[in-house]
Nanobody
């Protein structure tokens, strides 16, 4: 059974930082891509960042590529998202997810998702 468990969310002031963690278990070699998406109230899901477990290549959305950094442990079983210079527009529930490929991830065709962690940025 695949499990993805996010942690690290919370309340932070604008300009602050948070580091999210995604602990995984049960991933197979077919779970090639792991990353983060978010969903704000009343808005669609938005891909943020992904990392390809085969070569370690990272991808970012245009809105986060300067401020967010994705990383992982050596086994790529735990994935992190360092978020800096946060703004109120970053307020959302952040989810960890896996996909078969990079294209699938960025079209939000996830195989597995976590339960999410709330990030709230105050102005």
């Amino acid at each position: 059974e695949v499990q993805l468990v996010e942690s690290g969310g919370g309340l932070v002031q604008a300009g602050g930082s948070l580091r999210l963690s995604c602990s995984t278990s049960g991933l197979s070699s077919d779970d090639h891509v792991i990353g983060w998406f978010r969903q704000a109230p009343g808005k669609d899901r938005e891909g943020i960042s992904s990392i390809d477990r085969r070569d370690g290549k990272a991808y970012y959305s245009d809105s986060t590529k300067v401020r967010f950094t994705i990383s992982s442990d050596d086994a790529m079983n735990t994935v992190y998202l360092q978020m800096d210079s946060l703004t109120p527009e970053d307020t959302a529930v952040y989810y960890c997810a896996t996909a078969w490929g990079v294209g699938a991830f960025w079209t939000l065709e996830f195989d597995y998702e976590g339960q999410g962690t709330q990030v709230t940025v105050s102005s």
